[in-house]
């Protein structure tokens, strides 16, 4: 049984045997610390805490609002501690709010709500109401917010880029499989990184750069292994690339940033590079070009004349 389930039953029992349920509400303008459990602040009523005073919550479901003035805290007593249910409805001033998402078997995001809770009663989305009115929230020392204490699975509520800011970085060899998707992929301390396949997915997507270390060695399977997916534009550094031009595999990893610019690189958001273990680089799975795609000053870098 969940808490937020214990403190339904309780409030049952509270109605049928005629005790009172204990309500917060009111403003605190000095230092207070909750005592008590299973706690309310029910709907029409707000809790204001101001004048720069630090409230320490147990533990509450909250129907009603929360008001917290800037120089002040609504904290728990530890780590970890303290306990909150927003409910639909709810309204919160001044108190961050994050929530963890798993998107892989090892990997999980936590991230601050993207919305305020008013905005995500009133988008309509039933789902995203129905899940972030369920949220429990624990108080968080590190985030210095209220973070959810279970984590969802394999979800983005939010619809964000939850990849956005997260980089895959090896300072050690191995040989394992990779996440779908990486701000930047870097190798470096002179580490032999080989990308194992992964039958879940083929291929993870590279939105902003990949940087090998000299030293350092990016590796695949073969072409049929695990691929990349370089946004266009990528940054390629250190790492050995190619292309087919007139039929033959030509390194262009110093040249990218030019190459990005010319139609057959950019026509679409993300291009598949493949691993070749006789050339012991990686090369470009769609692209073939000739003589007629490349400007002159362009062919001349390619080929180095």
Sequence with gaps: MTKKSFFVLLILFVGISGLFAIELSGTYNKDFTVKTEFNTIAAGKTLHVTNGATFVMTDAIVHGSIIVDKGCSFIAAKDGAGYMVLAEGTHVEGIDLYYKVRVSDNLVFTRKLPMTLDEVWNSGNRQLIDWVGNIEFCYSTELKGWISMNEIRFMNPFNENLFEDYDIVFTKSVSQKIETECRSLIV?????VV???DPGFWGTKVNESIIVESGSSLLGTGPDGHKLQLKKGAKIEGLPLYVNFDNKLVAVTKI????????AFNRNEYQIIVYNPELKGWYFQDITLGEGDLPDNLKKKLLGK
């Design 188 to 192: 470096k301390n002179k580490s032999q």
């Design 195 to 197: 990308i194992q396949p």
């Design 256 to 263: 990218m940033s030019d190459l990005w610019e010319i139609p």
